[in-house]
């Protein structure tokens, strides 16, 4: 657990930290209860005041994180901001990459969004809004994956990146994210060197100042090599694992047109 911030559980002032060790030790009497009535938090004094509705629950959603992060790496990234709590989340015990991250107050998500894509060490993070259901959900499985066993049906479910990249359609394109910037063309073709391709189907993405950003898109002979070559998500090329998405044309046609993203042909 992890706390710096003010943010409070409820009237009790306990850190929402150790509320979540306090769950995760109760056991399966977690999921029979709506999230709404463990968790509370006082909101914070005017001018954070909001009339008629409760404050919204102030989590983001971290992705592209190094695999030896830690609570610390975080709360630097986020510096200047109270942080209330780290969850790391994991899949068959192995960490994904993903983090949430509760913040003091509610205001503080916007200052947390501006963080977004800025770098961690040698990878950039994305940064995301995040929900109240999302973060219970991966509290959950973390009780879950401790257990050995898997929350209730009935408890609500909130589906992974993971579970989205298996149910996505494929159209023959991957994008690549977590690239060397030193990575060219023949680097991510000895990376998919199981399937065919041709140095036109590779393509780096740069950023605003012409430089690699890390991300490429890779199109493949038919939608079930794409599939197939989603095998690699999260193998390494050089000291860096890639992070693959299933994507499409369009995706690549919009980036171009609102002017985000250039192409190295």
Known sequence: MFYRGKYTDGADGREMGAKRQRIID?????????????????APPPPYSYVSQPPPFPVVRLRGLPFDCTETDVAEFFHG??????????????FTGEAFCVLGYPLQVDFALQKNRQNMGRRYVEVFRSKRQEYYKAIANEVADARGSSPRRNAPRVK?????????????????RGLPFSAGKDDIMEFFKDFVL??????????SEGRP??????????????????????MTLGSRYIELFPSFSGEM???????????LY
């Open 160 to 176: 992974s990146s993971d579970e989205a990249k298996e149910s996505a359609e494929h159209t023959g394109i991957l994008r690549l």
């Open 81 to 94: 901001l109270d942080i209330v709590d780290v969850l790391f989340v994991h899949k068959n015990s192995k």
């Open 26 to 42: 109760q056991g399966p009497s977690f999921y029979g209860n709506s999230p709404g009535s463990s968790f509370m938090y006082t």
């Open 253 to 263: 046609e919009e980036a171009i047109s609102r002017g985000r993203w250039n192409f």
């Open 198 to 207: 041709s140095e036109d189907a590779v393509h780096i993405v740069l950023n």
């Open 213 to 234: 950003s890390g991300e490429a898109f890779v199109e493949f002979t038919n939608a079930e090599d794409s599939k197939a070559a989603m095998s690699k998500d999260r």
